[in-house]
């Protein structure tokens, strides 16, 4: 329907026509445009998102309005958290000049209820960059939480074209008190993790 005033007049389309556009549409979807075509239609705030390529300590305390924590047990493999961070709302002058990779708009707006965890991510010294890391993120508020949340994503690489970089800031939007815990890959019971919380290492627990 085409807008003409207070009228409308329907436009025909051919069948040649629709199938065009549905092969846009799936080029978009999974061809080689798949990640711009992917963030044309996501752009809004998320419960996950990434910023700030090669991004540092400062700059994640200047996000997050308070200091960081340096991660005290933050290394996995292939992937290391170098600090934390947990605060009700970013800095609002720094998140507008901050690029928000996954979903571009960043997180959706703070509440009483609920908490921005920030981590800074990095490749470790000698780590390979070719090597195409993907880390999970599990949010739950004790283990065997049906509700948990699972955010899955490969922080160490550029969003818009896949080239690897040095570090990343990884934020999550989350139940206030609830767990938050990173794993390079698949969480299993009894596996290494980290604390977003803290810092600290952790063991994935049995049931989360």
């Not at 998140?95 to 707006?109: H, M, N, Q, R, T």
């Not at 960059?129 to 283990?143: C, L, M, N, R, S």
Request: with cysteine; net charge negative; proline share 7%.
């Amino acid at each position: 329907m085409v807008a003409r005033g207070r009228h409308t007049r329907r436009v025909k389309r051919s069948p040649g026509w629709l199938l065009a556009l549905a092969a846009v549409l799936l080029t978009g979807c999974i061809g080689p445009f798949a990640d711009t075509f992917d963030e044309a239609v996501q752009d809004t705030p998320a419960d996950y998102d990434e910023c700030c390529i090669d991004a540092d300590r400062t700059l994640l305390g200047r996000l997050a309005g308070t200091g960081a924590t340096v991660a005290s047990g933050g290394g996995l493999a292939g992937v290391r958290v170098d600090a934390v961070v947990t605060t009700r709302r970013f800095d609002d002058a720094v998140e507008k000049d901050v690029s928000w990779g996954k979903d571009g708009d960043g997180l959706i707006a703070p509440d009483d209820t609920h908490d921005y965890v920030l981590a800074l991510v990095a490749r470790p010294a000698g780590a390979d960059p070719k090597v195409w890391i993907t880390t999970v993120v599990t949010v739950f508020a004790e283990p065997g939480d049906a509700g948990r949340a699972v955010y899955e994503s490969s922080p160490l690489v550029d969003p818009q074209n896949g080239d690897p970089v040095r570090s990343m800031i990884i934020a999550v939007r989350v139940p206030e008190g609830h767990t938050v815990l990173l794993t390079a890959g698949d969480p299993r019971p009894g596996g290494p993790a980290v604390d977003l919380r803290t810092g600290r290492a952790a063991k994935f627990p049995a049931g989360a």
